[in-house]
């Protein structure tokens, strides 16, 4: 299983594990996602390919904090596909995330997740993965 980065043609393999994660999206509305996506060098998007078929991403970002003198590196999406679940994509994709901010400078990498019934496995995961549940974030639709 080879771990990259995202490149244009990746869009139907993207748009099935979002599906996957239960965000029902388009092949082309994924596409007008990623073009500005790819075009920041503040964004990160790492794909799993085997077989020619996409099998995991994760979606990474940077940002500079107000508080201390440090890069963050934010995961922002990240989902194995179903039927390739328990095979280690998942630490494959961390990571290289974690590899990719430590040569960009960060000092932390975060991840939101929600606190839903469905997203216990993922915690545990992360947790596993040395990451620690240490907040609470909260939402708000302005739309």
Not at 14 to 20: E, K, Y
Not at 46 to 69: C, D, F, I, T, W
Not at 91 to 97: H, P, Q, S, V
Not at 118 to 127: D, I, L, T, V, W
Request: neutral net charge.
């Amino acid at each position: 299983m080879n771990v990259r980065q995202a490149r244009r043609g990746d869009e139907l393999g993207i748009t099935l594990l979002l599906s996957d994660m239960g965000y029902e999206t388009s092949v082309h509305e994924v596409q007008d996602r990623l073009v500005p996506i790819m075009n920041d060098d503040l964004y990160v998007t790492l794909v799993v390919e085997e077989k020619k078929e996409l099998v995991g991403m994760l979606g990474m970002h940077y940002e500079r904090s107000y508080v201390a003198n440090i890069l963050i590196a934010r995961i922002i999406t990240m989902v194995t596909a179903e039927k390739y679940r328990q095979q280690g994509i998942g630490r494959k994709l961390i990571r290289e995330a974690e590899k990719l901010a430590n040569e960009k400078g960060a000092s932390t990498v975060v991840l939101n997740s929600g606190n839903r019934e469905e997203r216990r496995a993922a915690h545990q995961f992360y947790e596993a993965c040395g990451y620690l549940g240490k907040s609470t974030g909260f939402y708000k639709s302005l739309g």
